[in-house]
């Protein structure tokens, strides 16, 4: 639950902060695997990217739209951003 003493705005982006974190978390994660590949091209190795970026491609899709989201939200709740002009990840 959000602090009291955040604002509703202080508390949206401090959620898509958190979504940009958890992006950077999943592709720090994916790196290692990319990495191995590198220092060692071998088709072990390959699988493992292959099947890590199949696996994993929705959930960085999705972390980042969501974390955009919250931004357009936020910057049309601040009358910075023309509503109409908006488009989400679920209208793309």
């Given amino acids: 639950m959000a602090d009291s003493s955040y604002t509703k705005a202080e508390y949206e982006l401090s959620k ?10 999943e592709l720090d994660t994916f790196d290692d695997y990319v990495n191995r590949y590198e220092s060692n091209p071998n088709e072990r190795n390959a ?24 931004v357009k939200a936020q910057e049309i709740a601040a009358g910075k951003v023309m509503p109409g002009n908006v488009k989400t990840a679920m209208e793309k």
Avoid: N
């Fill in 47 to 70: 699988e493992a990217v292959c099947y890590e970026a199949t696996r994993d491609v929705r959930t960085w899709r999705d972390l980042l739209a969501t974390a955009r989201d919250i």
């Fill in 16 to 25: 898509a902060r958190g979504c940009l974190e958890a992006l950077d978390d």
